[in-house]
């Protein structure tokens, strides 16, 4: 795990070699007709060596997008995104195609990614094909599906046998070894577990955490299910319209999250356990998120935010080193009032960056 | 809290006895739910948890006989109110349908007509089960949406549901659905296409209902976290058949089935503040032309023996509220206790 001591000149992750996936000042418009609705605006985040990012946000905060972007599936407006220290954009469509073998992404409908027409070994072997990795036909890629297979969990001899024979947790097996099988640096899985039955939900989170443990592939795992984003995350990362509004060791921001949409976020889940659920302090968060295409002025949460003072609509936070690693986009505090609810009660007005 | 006791002692509204259904395909008739006995009682959450393909739709679009076209009864009967379901007639099922027993979806989109205002399919139902003239129906319609915390309903009620989030939707169903004061209220799975903070207040707005207007609910999920905020007792479902069953506090803190037991087992749980994984129950459901004798969750159960795969266990009483389909019920049950 990637608990790290807060210097500060390490980097986000607090990592000392090159990031895997460095992301800065990236921002991603649609254009929706009478004005741009602003997907990603303005986010910068890297994923260390074997770091498993979680990124959590409510639908339309630009998650998927971000994901889209990393992999250079959109053009991005503005902002570099740099794979193993290569800056992407510069990188011709040709190029780009042997690069993506470094970054690959499990989606979240395993029915609709995967061709239903093509045996599972086929849609293995493809990428393993189209990288240059083994030759059609050889030996080296027979292997190289059977042990693929293995490493999800399935029997190899299901190699012959098409996506339709299997249930949504074989699927989503098949999703991943494609991921895995040109052996990337990074694998984004985007809402990989959401699709599923509950008891299937756990063995894709196990499976996907034994991965990363034995192969040190780095994630950035993308899902609005905090707890299983806690399970797995080194780091978490909280978006809110397109921005980035809480970013630290996953532990301390499922513990002590300090924006109040994270709180918020955490409160909404339910907890397997009755006498906690009808003891907790709920939070719930009122209201919706307001469009992308017409955020609200200063800081984009303000609407919802019970902590919300006149300051907040005139200037945007910027995120900021609250504790050791541990960042967030809010006015109301800052490193030497870290809570919230304290500094309320004690009258403090904007005292954040 | 309301007492529990005098929950189970109350007369159940809705009763439902040895109940089967089954679903014609192109390849054969097949059992989706099998033998099911319970009761609804007045004025409590009843929450319904399964994965899908465990029966839960089916057995609770049987209750105003709604299942689709080769879906049929196969077998037992419902009463609701003491009166036998599978006897009423069209007329007879309409008096019900909608204003004794009102659903909820899980999909707001397509249970609204996207073609008609929001207030157009609101006084059509406000009109037809309550007899009411248009503008009286259309005050009606207004204090309902306030009911269900749609801000400026006045204006609102003229949207089309394409102009509404999915959460305002979701809204708009459930004021659809008590706008005839049901008995009892089946929410199916309805914040299951939502985001997690508008699915916490549309939990708290059915939990708010329930209190305010004594509805019977009855609550599907397939998320047992769900299920221990806001629901009294709760049935699980697999493979069609019930497997445990009991008041939220027996189930979830000795579970008695290995089944619901790994359930609870396989949710991440931060605030247990531990680091083990997650437990996993292997393999998936049985489809519904998959099931073999014996318990049908055997092929995945880690505790089971010979006899699990020889003999379908019966429904075991543990204590008078709580049961639970298993050979090893008693054993399991103590583990769980100890634990």
New interface residues.
Partial sequence: MSESSGNTDRGQSGRLDRPVLEISGLKVYFNSGKNFVRAVDGISLEIGRGEVLGLVG??GCGKSTLARAALKLIRPNSGSIKICGEEVSRLSERQMRQFRKKIQIVFQDPSSSLDPRMKVRDIISEPIVNFQLARRKSRDLEAAVENLLKSVGLDPSFADRYPNEF????RQRIGIARALAPKPEIIIADEPISAL???????I??LL?RLRRQSGIALMFIS?????V??ISDRIAVMYLGRLVEIGPSKRV??EPLMPYTR??I????????????KRK?Y???G??PSPADPPSGCRFRTRCQFAIEECSKREPTLSEIRPSHFAACLRINAENPDIEENQKRGLGAIGA | ?ENKDQILGSNPILKVENLSIAFKTDTGVYPAVEGVDFEVYEGEILAIVG??GAGKSALTASFARLLPRNGKIAGGKIFFKGKDILALDEKGLRKIRGSEIAYVFQDPMTSLNPYLRISTQLIEVLRLHLGVNKSEARKTAINLLEKVHIPDAEKRIDSFPFEL?G??RQRVMIAMAIACNPKILIADEPTMAL???????I??LISELNAKNKTSTVLIT????????IAERVIVLYAGRIFEAGR??EV??SPANPYTK???Q??????DGRQK??????G??PRLDEIKAGCRFAP?CQYAEEVCFQEEPKLYKISPSHSSRCHFAEKIHKSSQAA
């Fill in positions: 409510e639908s249930s949504g947790g074989q039955d509950v008891s299937i939900q756990a063995q989170l196990n955490n609005h299910d905090l707890r299983a806690e399970y499922y513990s918020g976020l409160s909404a889940l339910p907890v397997p356990d009755p006498e906690v659920e009808r709920r719930i968060l009122q919706e998120t | 809290m994965e899908s989030s959460g305002m985001d997690v903070t508008i699915a916490a207040q939990l708290e397939h998320d047992l976290g769900v299920v221990a905020g939220i506090g979830f803190s790994g359930l609870l396989s949710i991440p749980n931060p605030a994984e997650p437990e996993q129950i292997p998936a459901p995945r």
